[in-house]
């Protein structure tokens, strides 16, 4: 019944709130149909017209999906959010949703290849086959750097701005938890990169999962 653009729009932005608040409130199937209402309502144009609507509601319909269990539509949003963004950090989100997808299948393998790919992108690379040489020379340039500073002084690091370190800093978790289980050798890299960007280029949300896991890494 609805049919002009302006209202659709109104109800698509609606149906993003109610499933935001559905999905926080862990009322994950109720969530998917309303974001998925949402993206239905956008018209043909809507990654030209209403970028970022569409742009928030891809996103949360996707990750609504996966908690739902429904991962071949978290794959199916997420490839289409892929396709139509304009720079590569707008894609961050949706590699990260798409990761937390394959973690909660025990799909590690296929989170860790994922992640890698998406930190190729964002200029991080890390070795095929790590070996003991390149984690001790990581670990000895992580000791480095954290030489003379006290827990005091890390925590009052300045907040990161940099927003392609900051889009590294969100994906290498999943990394490290992916490869924990499918290529050990890497995990402690991840760890250490994440350390190093932290105390070169101040604190990120996810710093704190950085020094936790580098002292289980120690």
């Not at 909660?104 to 790590?130: C, I, M, Q, W, Y």
């Not at 990581?138 to 000791?143: G, H, V």
Request: net charge neutral; charged share 20%; with cysteine.
């Amino acid at each position: 019944l609805i049919t002009e653009e302006a209202e659709r729009m109104s109800v698509a932005q609606l149906n993003l709130q109610a499933g935001k608040k559905a999905k926080n409130a862990a009322a994950y199937e109720p969530a998917y149909r309303y974001l998925s209402a949402g993206v239905d309502m956008l018209p043909s144009d809507t990654w030209s017209h209403y970028y970022d609507l569409t742009l928030d509601l891809y996103n949360e319909c996707a990750e609504a999906a996966y908690l739902s269990a429904n991962v071949d539509e978290m794959e199916r949003l997420t490839n289409l959010v892929f396709v139509n963004v304009t720079t590569l950090l707008d894609s961050v989100r949706a590699y990260a949703i798409k990761i937390q997808g394959y973690v909660s299948l025990t799909r590690n393998e296929a989170a860790l290849n994922t992640s890698l790919e998406v930190l190729k992108l964002l200029g991080v690379h890390f070795p095929d086959h790590p070996n003991k040489l390149n984690i001790v020379k990581s670990l000895i340039l992580t000791k480095i750097r954290l030489r003379g500073k006290s827990a005091d002084q890390l925590v009052a690091l300045p907040v990161m701005t940099d927003p392609v370190k900051s889009a590294v800093m969100e994906i290498l978790p999943y990394a490290a938890s992916a490869s924990y289980f499918a290529k050990p050798d890497l995990f402690p890299l991840i760890v250490f990169r994440q350390v190093g960007l932290s105390v070169q280029f101040g604190n990120h949300v996810q710093s704190a999962f950085a020094y936790a896991t580098y002292g289980l890494v120690m």
